[in-house]
């Protein structure tokens, strides 16, 4: 072999190696990560939840890029823990490797961390705070969420600045205001909390009130029609104010005064909390007196940033933990003032 060929075949080789080497390098640096997000959903017909679901899908597929790869699996449990129990087993199965959990029963959650745990994936529950001592079952259990205390001081502000612009809702001058509650799931950690500081709220702000009664009526539009039609049975045009618990409910008695052909003066003042496009809705025309904003598009995100810190090992410390494994997003108030704007952070 000349020496010039030698010499050519020698350089070939080394740039062969170096190609190898460097492709090598620039293969590791850009890591490729698949997020397989299995989502677990108490009750898919709930407004609120189907919202934020379609959100959380809407969020994970913006967030795609070259090396991060996402793909969603929602089960939706109709409200049964045990088939919520087979359905994370499916989700595993499936090959989950983060799941976002929306427990049925916020005080049963053992199963579900016990099948997690056996495969190391990192739970993330939201909108069903598990109690304390479960968050403490294991190291990789999070908690996306909102502080119920807030809704309710909102509300209640809300309800007290309303009252004082409007004095006529006193519509039997004496004084007080004649008011009804109606209240969401029982053993739900917004639905009590949610009430008892509505009411101090306004009577800290020296409204005085009247309780009338109320009614259970687990977040459903149908049920809190019901109920509302049994309250204005007993108490007719007496009642001056619904506090309700979220939006659904909220509406739900808005339309039992409409079926029974109420005049809009012989109304009560109606509040809710969440926002929800039906909610917002509502508001513009009137029938919705304000809304508590339950920020599910601030929730999406935290979860979507938790979930890709957990798969890429990048980015925890970037998470702002309200305490150890919580993230609550703040409530926000929403009159007729501002609820376009919320209509249009929602599409
Ligand atoms: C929302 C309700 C919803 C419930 C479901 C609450 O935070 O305000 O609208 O039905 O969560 O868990």
Request: glycine content about 6%; aromatic content about 6%; overall charge negative.
């Amino acid at each position: 072999m000349g020496r010039m060929r030698r010499s050519w075949l020698l350089s070939g080789i080394c740039c062969a190696i170096f190609l190898l080497l460097t492709g090598c390098a620039s293969q590791s640096d850009s890591e490729r990560y698949t997020l397989q997000l299995g989502v677990a959903c108490y009750n898919q017909s709930d407004t609120f939840l189907s919202q934020l679901i379609d959100r959380l899908k809407t969020d994970l597929a913006a967030a795609e890029t070259d090396s991060f790869q996402t793909h969603i699996m929602v089960r939706d449990a109709a409200g049964s823990q045990r088939t919520q129990d087979d359905q994370v087993k499916e989700l595993l199965d499936a090959g989950a490797n983060v799941l976002c959990v929306n427990l049925v029963d916020r005080a049963d959650p053992s199963e579900i961390i016990d099948l997690a745990r056996e495969r190391n994936v990192p739970i993330i529950f939201f909108n069903r705070e598990p109690v304390a001592e479960d968050m403490r079952q294991w190291d990789q259990l999070y908690y996306v969420g909102a502080d119920a205390k807030q809704s309710g001081q909102l509300q209640g502000e809300l309800a007290a600045d309303y009252i004082t612009q409007h004095p006529q809702i006193d519509r039997n001058k004496d004084g007080k205001i004649q008011y009804v509650v109606l209240e969401g799931e029982p053993g739900h950690q917004d639905a009590i909390i949610r009430t008892e500081t509505a009411v101090d709220t306004l009577k800290s702000l020296g409204v005085s009130l009247d309780k009338l009664g109320s009614g259970i009526a687990n977040w459903n539009r149908a049920q809190a029609q019901n109920r509302m039609l049994q309250l204005i049975s007993q108490h007719q045009s007496g009642i001056e104010l619904v506090l309700a618990n979220n939006d659904d409910m909220a509406l739900g008695a808005i339309a039992a005064y409409q079926k029974l052909n109420y005049t809009e003066s012989a109304m009560p003042v109606v509040l809710g909390i969440d926002g929800t496009d039906v909610g917002l809705e509502a508001i513009l025309n009137h029938t919705l007196a304000a809304t508590v904003y339950n920020d599910k598009e601030g929730q999406t995100a935290a979860i979507l940033q938790l979930a890709q810190a957990l798969v890429t090992g990048q980015g925890m410390d970037q998470i702002q933990f309200a305490k150890d494994h919580y993230i609550y997003l703040p409530y926000t108030k929403v009159t007729a003032e501002n609820a376009a704007a919320y209509l249009a952070k929602s599409d």
